[in-house]
T-cell receptor, first 112, second 112 residues
Framework: GAGVSQSPRYKVAKRGQDVALRCDPI?????LFWYQQALGQGPEFLTY????????KSGLPSDRFFAERPEGSVSTLKIQRTQQEDSAVYLC??????????FGEGSRLTVL | GENVEQHPSTLSVQEGDSAVIKCTYS??????FPWYKQELGKRPQLIID?????GEKKDQRIAVTLNKTAKHFSLHITETQPEDSAVYFC???????????FGAGTQVVVTP
């Protein structure tokens, strides 16, 4: 595809449910990032992959959050036992080795 | 760790006037400083970036300046137009493969 694709665009979950958010990066982009963006705030770093290796997961807020990129392309962010404070837009971005980030449209998660 | 502060949080300007947004960063090893524009409900998109070996960069009506000694960089928009209304985020990154740290954003409103 032409850009970074994320699905679902919108997800409503009941508190305690597990959710999985998918990111399809731009083909050939080595780096992939996940960010969490609360309403009116800047993107907050969650985790970063270089190919299939997860090089930095220091931003994951708890052990309920898990990300993977098993073949170095598509990535999934999984949130277990969702809480209301998990409500946010989850942005995925990919990057070639130039440094520029290309963002997806985001997945808006609402936890009731 | 890296911390990026951005000011002001909101900026209202008359069409045709200039807008300036300032960011400071804490990690002196940061060497790449992009600016992203995010329209309501849309993905952040890169508008201009600067690397640490350059003090200023210009692209039509937008420019970015970098002061490495003081660890701050600024976005300048001249001859503002209503379509410049958006949230602008600055970011800083340490190296070609590291994570981006974003500022909290500046809501720019250009009034006709």
């Amino acid at each position: 595809g032409a850009g970074v694709s994320q699905s679902p665009r919108y997800k409503v979950a009941k508190r305690g449910q597990d959710v999985a958010l998918r990111c399809d990066p731009i083909s050939g982009h080595v780096s992939l990032f996940w960010y969490q963006q609360a309403l009116g705030q800047g993107p907050e770093f969650l985790t970063y992959f270089q190919n299939e290796a997860q090089l930095d997961k220091s931003g994951l807020p708890s052990d309920r959050f898990f990300a993977e990129r098993p073949e170095g392309s598509v990535s999934t962010l999984k949130i277990q036992r969702t809480q209301q404070e998990d409500s946010a837009v989850y942005l995925c971005a990919s990057s070639p080795n130039t440094g520029e980030l290309f963002f997806g449209e985001g997945s808006r998660l609402t936890v009731l | 760790g890296e911390n990026v502060e951005q000011h002001p949080s909101t900026l209202s300007v008359q069409e045709g006037d200039s807008a300036v947004i300032k960011c400071t960063y804490s990690d002196s090893a940061s060497n790449y400083f992009p600016w992203y524009k995010q329209e309501l409900g849309k993905r952040p998109q890169l508008i201009i970036d600067i690397r640490s070996n350059v003090g200023e960069k210009k692209d039509q009506r937008i420019a970015v300046t970098l002061n490495k000694t003081a660890k701050h960089f600024s976005l300048h928009i001249t001859e503002t137009q209503p379509e410049d209304s958006a949230v602008y985020f600055c970011a800083a990154k340490r190296d070609s493969w590291g994570k981006f740290q974003f500022g909290a954003g500046t809501q720019v409103v250009v009034t006709p």
